[in-house]
């Protein structure tokens, strides 16, 4: 990466990220004027905004337009030198086959082993470990959501009170369980994915469901016996609302409370103990990404997924669509050639998915993207697989299962942020880091999520929303090896609970949003 922000802040300052690149990205804020002349002598032949492409050289029509070293499009039309670059100039690429990837190519990854680092975590009894100590209430439809947000409030209200050590009482509301073909075979990534969920790790082993009655979902098929542990001589605890000993509205409510009483019992009764950072379960995700993204924020969260992985812990990253032009990348960081198969057979079916929808990779780039200088789902690629870091891709997870290993993992999910992060939970996670350009206040109830702003205007503006500005990378004040270590010791901070994310704080908390590919009837 070449940048020359070490110039005076008023002066033209741009980055290019490989030094084949035809096109480098404006750094001033709000852009620079026709007439600038860079520090290098190129002459702006027009208004490039904040984060946009100019061009280096002239590009003649059909040429390769590179960022990355890697074509993110081809030109329309003869494009000059100092000029902005957009995506209304470029023709995207197509998208690469699926076929003769290199498979486990990757040069052997020698990093030494990181020692030594621990936070203060819940460990319970299946040996995950927690960074919060909450009691979830899962729900099998959304006709109970209503009732549960009640109950909820009352619990916070009349019960939290005598159990300091619990941190939270959360519904898992979602929109599933009813007016759906459940005996779809699709029908099994919904399902699993709430099952998996409710054993979320911050949730400390302890199971409570509330169902209507007549819903599709009922509770044993959403937690079949076996599914989870429960305690000695207990069956699966369950509030159905239209059981006949309800009369009115506030006996469900206190049938609610009274359920929730033992589960906060033994959760008061957990203390927190010192862990090793092998056990942070940490998804990585972006949302309101910008040509930042792939040269600050997700750069440094890569460093800092490097150095979980040294440290033995686990990261997920995820958005197919986001990371299908990188293909190549990740079937050759792949630990084996079966993990290498498994990445290129959850593309291959998201390819199908989109396919069905009449919609393409392309359909995933946002105006907001486009607006914070991003051309096209190729560009935006390139800089969200960056998050993954360099360490081998050990483990591929399809959407709803649940990790069974350490070390650097794919979770196939959908971009939507919202529903990676819902499959994430479902994964095993404990701890979430979102990155950012646009600026977006995203936030879960179910554990921490930790913010990255890829520019130090959003940082400012979001002062009590990012938790951490790697716009200072792009400002020449930080290095993606700072900002790396920052995040890192930031985690385990906030995973032992002596520091709350902006998002905690605020308790913003975004809704689940279950990925459900079968029929809706």
Request: charged share 20%.
């Amino acid at each position: 990466m070449s940048l020359n922000p070490s110039s005076p802040p008023d002066s033209p300052r741009s980055i290019r990220m490989h030094a084949a690149d035809n096109v480098a990205i404006v750094v001033n804020d709000g852009g620079l004027p026709a007439g600038t002349v860079m520090p290098d002598g190129l002459t702006l032949v027009g208004r490039v905004p904040q984060g946009h492409k100019v061009a280096l050289t002239a590009i003649a029509k059909d040429a390769a337009v590179l960022r990355y070293n890697v074509p993110i499009g081809y030109a329309l039309k003869d494009i000059p030198a100092g000029a902005w670059v957009h995506e209304r100039l470029l023709h995207m690429p197509d998208a690469r086959t699926l076929d003769n990837l290199p498979k486990a190519t990757a040069p052997a990854w020698n990093a030494e082993p990181l020692t030594g680092y621990t936070f203060e975590g819940y460990r319970n009894a299946d040996g995950s470990v927690g960074t919060r100590n909450i009691l979830a209430i899962t729900t099998t439809v959304q006709c109970v959501a209503g009732v549960v947000d009640f109950a909820v409030q009352r619990i916070k209200e009349q019960l939290l009170p005598r159990y300091p050590n619990v941190d939270d009482v959360i519904g898992l509301e979602h929109s599933y369980g009813c007016g759906v073909a459940i005996d779809a075979p699709d029908a099994i990534i919904p399902i699993r994915t709430l099952r998996n969920i409710s054993k979320n790790p911050n949730f400390g082993g302890e199971v409570m469901v509330v169902s209507l009655g007549c819903e599709k979902l009922q509770p044993e098929r959403l937690l079949p016996p076996g599914s989870i542990p429960l305690q000695a001589n207990e069956a699966l605890d369950v509030v159905c609302l239209q059981a006949d000993k309800h009369v009115g509205f506030m006996s469900m409510i206190d049938s609610v409370l009274a359920s929730a009483v033992p589960h906060l019992e033994r959760l008061n009764a957990r203390r927190r103990e010192t862990i090793p950072a092998s056990e942070l379960v940490v998804g990585v995700q972006c949302g309101g990404s910008d040509a930042f993204s792939g040269v600050t924020a997700n750069p440094a969260v890569g460093y800092c997924t490097d150095l979980l992985v040294r440290a033995g812990a686990t990261v997920m990253f995820s958005e197919t669509t986001e990371v299908r032009d990188a293909i190549e990348q990740m079937t050759a960081r792949a630990t084996t050639p079966e993990i290498a198969d498994a990445i290129a057979r959850e593309m291959a079916w998201y390819d199908a998915y989109l396919g069905r929808g009449q919609a393409d990779r392309s359909a995933n780039t946002t105006p907001g993207n486009k607006a914070g200088g991003l051309s096209n789902i190729v560009e935006k690629a390139m800089g969200s697989i960056i998050k993954s870091g360099t360490a081998p891709i050990s483990g591929v997870l399809s959407p709803g299962e649940k990790l069974q290993h350490k070390g650097l993992h794919y979770a196939a999910t959908p971009a939507s942020d919202f529903i990676c992060g819902t499959l994430q939970l479902a994964a095993g996670m404990n701890l979430h880091v979102f990155t950012t350009g646009r600026g977006t206040p995203y936030g879960l109830a179910e554990v921490p999520v930790i913010k990255v702003a890829t520019r130090t205007d959003l940082a400012r503006r979001w002062h009590d929303l990012m938790d951490v500005n790697a716009g200072r990378i792009a400002d020449g004040e930080a290095t993606i090896e700072d900002t790396g270590w920052e995040l890192f010791h930031l985690m385990l901070e906030v995973a032992s609970g002596r520091k709350k994310t902006w998002a905690e704080h605020w308790k913003l908390h975004n809704s689940l949003v279950l990925f459900n590919p079968a029929p809706i009837t």
